[in-house]
């Protein structure tokens, strides 16, 4: 605890006193206070979450109490609470009730009460969401029908109309109506494809994954393996352009599994190559061995089911062909042999029979070359499954950016997040609760700036994901002081989807917010932000952008940043060289050093003493 | 000749065990080594002249032995005889191969050969480690090689062969290897490319696409399902139509013509009626029977290069466009290629009768897919070349069944070109089910389980193939809109109605 904070037993004790005196407002003040120590223990915190409680409940703000329960209440304590609160904090509090309960009959009857109030509260895809857990999915099917009419009809959101339509077609599936199942697949894939390729166009490669990772499931559910091919490889090549090499080669594997399990050997042996070719370009020749023998597996195994398949030999031929050639790269001669020994005993042309006969003889006394050959190691690997964005996405496309119901998420989910998570998100919600109105059709009302510049920066301290929609909601606040307190809140925010605020704040008509936007490029200087500090750069009119987008850039040790950041220093403007040259000093990015001493040679005279000047500064001599 | 360019690459014929019978051979070595520079694989001279020899010439054509006596190796580089030896036991097991039996009857193009070594030798070049002293650039003039075996001791003497010597060295440590990948050459792709050509994009990009093709393992099942298949599109003749030109024999009456193929009875009017006739074009001629005169047709074969599409569907896929290219092209037709994803790639024209062959089956599409986008794009390209050009255009379409277009696109289409399209049922579904099959002038399903079949799937292929040239060429329906083998399914009843029919005239 730092020098200036009051003790929490004082804090409570000043609330008492003033409650006593019946000064509610110096009460709520000390115990607000109090609940900003966010990381004081356990014990400590909850009785001040208590205190607090009790004393909105004293000034008629049950939502408020209702939140400050959700954090260390009981069902018994929010029974008590719930009639008094609309329906939406019913519906989440019963939806919390029934996640937790371990009678699963039980569990049923709370999930339906919890879709009740959803529906009450004309929330469609979470009253959806809550009959699905409940396993009503007649119910469920009904109300992802309606969702997907009103999506068809009523927004341009490929994306979620797609999910809507997955929705529909997975619910369709479990209640056995394969027809209506068949149309919706075919309406969410062909949404999803036209989501993913205008997302793409746009520059929003994070936006395509979801609807690849969507395709993966679409797939998965219909039995239509193109789908789970489509969405890997595109999976795959977005994880590479964005740098991010190992979730690639793992996702490379799951793809490669999906292709064996369903019986598509070839394609599973492409993958395979695909994968051995990437890692060995990214200097893993470990799980480029691994993925080689892998596919000179999937080869023969081609081969094996082109023989029981009774297709011509030729195919057969081709498959163990294409496994000598894998055996061969990796130095596996004996096995080569082998290989040539099954070539023989194919029923081709004698003259073809005889030469991989003749061939085989070679490698008699070969001997395999030892190789270092492993798949991707443990530590390497990210086991958090992607998240059912078919639910999560549609819950926030609905949510509308409140801050409110995205945080009141994050407080219900002891499981998920982490007690000083939970408590940032708890403030952030008591703080929105007061600024929104609970009904969407009510004129929203205005309160002072202040406000929502402290509503930022309490989500600020949140920095999870589903905390963007709330601040991007924010960004559109009329008063530009509000606005520099969301960018100065995203730059906390390590996501792509942080750039798309902060390029549109990087063309905002207030000096103020441009600024502090390009303060915050500077701090999201991540391997996969490339691709947007790139484009910032090249778009930018205004050489202090641009010059922070150089700083982030020379942040970012990739060799597509080293190239880039090279190419300034030949071509760019006098000012951008300089930018360039001042940021490079600073870094210590090993990409720029290898590439620099590697083009070096080819570099104008001028252009090579500014090199040279730079690597000295990082104590290289070239 | 004392320019380290020319005498670097000469003198390093000291090394050679192939002499060629004619000094005019040897060019062909030149061209060879120029191209596999272009392609990042520096070998030197002699290793490309000796091995491009062994798998682009007769065996009876070139000589095997050393070219120069042993010593003026040894002069250069250390251990010069065991590595020569280790040189000689490689080209003799080369010699011995099944490729370098079979490729010379191939006649493959330089390019091919170009290809063909880069496969084989690319490991040998990235085993090297080190740069030759020299930039190799020898004259193209045969002259140079005329009695050059006399002067190949001073040739090698004129340059360092740091170079040479890591060269034989790398030979010596990656034998095993580089003899796998001559074993293992896909002599049936050459086949392939020498079927139908491989120049049509020719030079440096054709090259790259040729090893694409070459080095993947997907693009062997689609070679072998285009021989399959194609024996029967090889009977395909230009199809007779009526024309004037004085040739060949007699094949009916038109009323186009010269005096001389008059019919006589046209001479039987009277002087003013006849002098109507000819006015009103109608008297009448004998027609020749020949290839059209103009070609009325441009055909735009549109092939699913989405991920989706990857394994049995890419190879039937491609075989087929690879097969209807080649149908198309022999009936005089114009043929041009466009693959597709979520874009619409640059189109690949058949020049002088040859497919873009290696194009064709290097193209990987990595993109999803967004129909909506690229029959849109497809449609404006349509109504800008109908302004320009009079021909009409014929759009044939290879794809997966889930290929969702929207109607209004392929309506858009359909007002500028006949489309007729072949779809690929995807695994577990049996039933094609898009809301614009009856705007297609004609279309064929395949299901699963015809491509997992070697017979059915050709079958099927050549079952589409005769039935397209029917709903190509004739007034009435294709017969697959009536009847046709279970795998190789009909279209829907709609697909049948008159206003679906090709327009008379025999435009697709």
């Known amino acids: 605890?730092?020098?200036?904070?009051?003790?929490?037993?004082?804090?409570?004790?000043?609330?008492?006193?003033?409650?006593?005196?019946?000064?509610?407002?110096?009460?709520?003040?000390?115990?607000?206070?109090?609940?900003?120590?966010?990381?004081?223990?356990?014990?400590?915190?909850?009785?001040?979450?208590?205190?607090?409680?009790?004393?909105?409940?004293?000034?008629?703000?049950?939502?408020?109490?209702?939140?400050?329960?959700?954090?260390?209440?009981?069902?018994?304590?929010?029974?008590?609470?719930?009639?008094?609160?609309?329906?939406?904090?019913?519906?989440?509090?019963l939806l919390a009730w029934a996640d937790r309960s371990s009678d699963r009959d039980r569990a049923k009857s709370v999930y339906a009460k919890a879709a009740d109030e959803y529906e009450a509260a004309g929330l469609v895809a979470q009253a959806a969401i809550a009959r699905e857990r409940g396993e009503d999915f007649l119910r469920a099917r009904a109300l992802w029908s309606r969702l997907s009419q009103i999506l068809s009809s009523t927004t341009t959101d490929l994306y979620a109309a797609g999910l809507a339509r997955f929705n529909l077609a997975r619910t369709s599936l479990r209640t056995g109506d394969a027809a209506a199942a068949r149309e919706a697949v075919v309406a969410a894939v062909h949404l999803l494809e036209e989501a993913a390729d205008r997302y793409e166009t746009i520059g929003q490669r994070e936006r395509a994954f979801d609807c690849y990772q969507v395709l993966i499931a679409i797939g998965r559910e219909s039995g239509e393996f193109e789908h789970v091919l489509e969405g890997y490889v595109n999976v795959n090549r977005i994880l590479r352009e964005d740098h991010l090499r190992y979730y690639a080669l793992q996702s490379y594997e799951e793809a490669m599994q999906a292709a064996e399990r369903q019986g598509e050997m070839a394609a599973a042996a492409t993958l395979a190559r695909e994968m051995a070719v990437y890692a060995r370009k990214e200097g893993l020749p470990s799980v480029a061995n691994f993925a080689m023998l892998a596919q000179a597996r999937l080869w023969q195994a081609v081969a094996e089911a082109a023989q029981r398949r009774g297709v011509p030999p030729q195919i057969a031929e081709n498959g163990l062909l294409a496994s000598v050639i894998a055996c061969g790269e990796t130095g596996q001669y004996r096995k080569v042999g082998e290989l040539y020994g099954l070539l023989a005993n194919l029923p081709l042309e004698e003259a073809r029979r005889t030469h991989y006969a003749r061939a085989k003889e070679r490698y008699d006394d070969a001997q395999n070359l030892p190789i270092d050959a492993a798949p991707l190691p443990p530590h390497l690997r990210h086991e958090v499954g992607f998240p059912e964005v078919w639910h999560v996405d549609l819950v926030e496309w609905e949510q509308q950016g409140s801050a409110a119901q995205a945080a009141g998420d994050i407080v219900l989910d002891p499981a998920q997040w982490s007690d000083v998570t939970r408590r940032r998100a708890m403030l952030a919600r008591l703080s929105a609760l007061a600024l929104e109105s609970i009904d969407p059709n009510e004129p929203p009302r205005r309160f002072p700036a202040q406000s929502y510049i402290a509503l930022a920066d309490q989500l600020a301290l949140v920095e999870l994901y589903t905390i963007l929609s709330p601040l991007e909601r924010l960004f559109t606040h009329g008063e530009a002081s509000v606005r520099v307190a969301v960018v100065k809140a995203l730059s906390r925010f390590l996501y792509k989807r942080t750039f798309i605020t902060l390029r549109a704040a990087l063309s905002d008509p207030d000096a103020a917010v441009v600024h502090e936007a390009a303060r915050a490029l500077e701090e999201l200087r991540f391997p996969h932000a490339f691709d947007p500090l790139a484009r910032i750069y090249r778009e930018s009119q205004n050489r202090d952008v641009r010059a922070s987008a150089l700083r982030a850039l020379a942040k970012i040790d990739t060799f597509e940043a080293a190239e880039m950041l090279l190419g300034v220093l030949q071509h760019d403007s006098e000012t951008d060289r300089a930018a360039a040259v001042e940021a490079l000093r600073r870094s210590r990015g090993m990409k720029f050093t290898d590439h620099a001493r590697a083009s070096f040679g080819e570099l104008p005279d001028a252009v090579k003493v500014t090199v040279r000047e730079i690597l000295h500064a990082r104590g290289v001599y070239v | 000749m004392n320019e380290v360019s020319a005498t670097g690459p000469l003198g390093s014929l000291a090394l050679s065990l192939v002499r060629p019978a004619a000094s005019m051979m040897v060019l062909r070595a030149v061209k060879w080594h120029q191209g596999l520079e272009r392609l990042g694989v520096t070998l030197p001279f002699f290793l490309v002249h000796d091995v491009g020899m062994i798998f682009a010439s007769p065996r009876e054509q070139y000589e095997v032995g050393l070219r120069a006596d042993v010593s003026v190796a040894a002069s250069r580089i250390r251990d010069a005889s065991a590595l020569l030896a280790a040189y000689k036991h490689l080209v003799d097991e080369l010699l011995a191969s099944e490729a370098a039996r079979r490729a010379p009857d191939l006649k493959m193009t330089d390019d091919l050969v170009i290809v063909v070594l880069s496969r084989l030798l690319g490991s040998v070049a990235a085993r090297v480690g080190a740069a030759p002293p020299y930039r190799s650039a020898v004259p193209v003039d045969a002259a140079l090689f005329d009695g050059?075996?006399?002067?190949?001791?001073?040739?090698?003497?004129?340059?360092?062969?740091?170079?040479?010597?890591?060269?034989?060295?790398?030979?010596?440590?990656?034998?095993?290897?580089?003899?796998?990948?001559?074993?293992?050459?896909?002599?049936?792709?050459?086949?392939?490319?020498?079927?139908?050509?491989?120049?049509?994009?020719?030079?440096?990009?054709?090259?790259?696409?040729?090893?694409?093709?070459?080095?993947?393992?997907?693009?062997?099942?689609?070679?072998?399902?285009?021989?399959?298949?194609?024996?029967?599109?090889?009977?395909?003749?230009?199809r007779p139509a009526a024309g004037s030109t004085a040739a060949h024999g007699y094949s009916g009456i038109g009323t186009r013509g010269s005096i001389d193929s008059l019919v006589l009875t046209e001479l039987a009017w009277d002087d003013l009626e006849l002098a109507r006739r000819l006015m009103d074009n109608e008297v009448l001629y004998y027609a020749r029977e020949q290839s059209k005169d103009?070609?009325?047709?441009?055909?735009?074969?549109?092939?699913?290069?989405?991920?989706?599409?990857?394994?049995?569907?890419?190879?039937?896929?491609?075989?087929?466009?690879?097969?209807?290219?080649?149908?198309?092209?022999?009936?005089?037709?114009?043929?041009?290629?466009?693959?597709?994803?979520?874009?619409?790639?640059?189109?690949?024209?058949?020049?002088?009768?040859?497919?873009?062959?290696?194009?064709?089956?290097?193209?990987?599409?990595?993109?999803?897919?967004?129909?909506?986008?690229?029959?849109?794009?497809?449609?404006?390209?349509?109504?800008?070349?109908?302004?320009?050009?009079?021909?009409?255009?014929?759009?044939?379409?290879?794809?997966?069944?889930?290929?969702?277009?929207?109607?209004?696109?392929?309506?858009?289409?359909?007002?500028?070109?006949?489309?007729?399209?072949?779809?690929i049922l995807p695994s577990g579904n049996k039933k094609l089910d898009l809301d614009y099959l009856d705007l297609l002038n004609a279309h064929w399903v395949v299901d699963h389980a015809t491509l997992a079949s070697g017979s059915a799937r050709a079958d099927a292929a050549k079952t589409i193939l005769g039935e397209s040239k029917q709903s190509t060429h004739d007034d009435a329906p294709p017969a697959s809109l009536r009847s046709g083998p279970a795998s190789v399914r009909p279209g829907p009843p709609s697909a049948r109605s008159p206003s679906m029919r090709p327009p008379p005239g025999g435009a697709a």
């Open chain 2, 148 to 238: 050059i075996d006399a002067q190949l001791p001073q040739l090698f003497a004129s340059a360092r062969r740091e170079f040479e010597a890591r060269t034989l060295e790398a030979i010596d440590a990656g034998r095993l290897f580089v003899l796998t990948m001559a074993d293992a050459l896909d002599l049936d792709t050459l086949r392939l490319f020498g079927m139908l050509g491989s120049e049509a994009s020719a030079g440096a990009m054709a090259q790259v696409d040729m090893l694409a093709a070459l080095q993947s393992p997907e693009a062997n099942d689609i070679v072998n399902f285009s021989l399959e298949i194609l024996p029967s599109v090889l009977e395909t003749k230009t």
């Open chain 1, 1 to 93: 605890m730092s020098a200036g904070l009051r003790p929490l037993h004082e804090l409570r004790e000043e609330a008492r006193a003033a409650y006593n005196r019946g000064d509610t407002a110096r009460a709520k003040n000390a115990l607000w206070q109090a609940l900003q120590q966010t990381i004081a223990r356990e014990e400590d915190y909850v009785v001040a979450t208590t205190d607090m409680r009790d004393l909105l409940l004293a000034m008629n703000d049950p939502r408020g109490a209702l939140t400050l329960d959700w954090y260390a209440g009981t069902e018994r304590s929010q029974k008590n609470l719930l009639p008094r609160v609309p329906p939406i904090d019913r519906a989440r509090t």
């Open chain 2, 294 to 423: 103009e070609q009325k047709r441009i055909h735009y074969l549109l092939i699913d290069a989405s991920a989706s599409m990857r394994g049995d569907r890419q190879t039937f896929a491609r075989g087929m466009a690879i097969a209807t290219g080649k149908k198309l092209l022999l009936e005089g037709e114009e043929v041009a290629f466009r693959f597709f994803d979520s874009r619409l790639y640059e189109l690949q024209r058949a020049r002088n009768g040859a497919i873009p062959t290696g194009y064709l089956l290097a193209f990987k599409g990595e993109h999803g897919r967004n129909p909506a986008r690229v029959f849109a794009e497809l449609a404006t390209d349509l109504d800008l070349l109908r302004r320009r050009d009079a021909r009409s255009p014929v759009v044939h379409l290879f794809t997966h069944a889930a290929l969702y277009i929207p109607r209004e696109m392929v309506q858009a289409v359909r007002v500028h070109a006949q489309i007729a399209g072949v779809f």
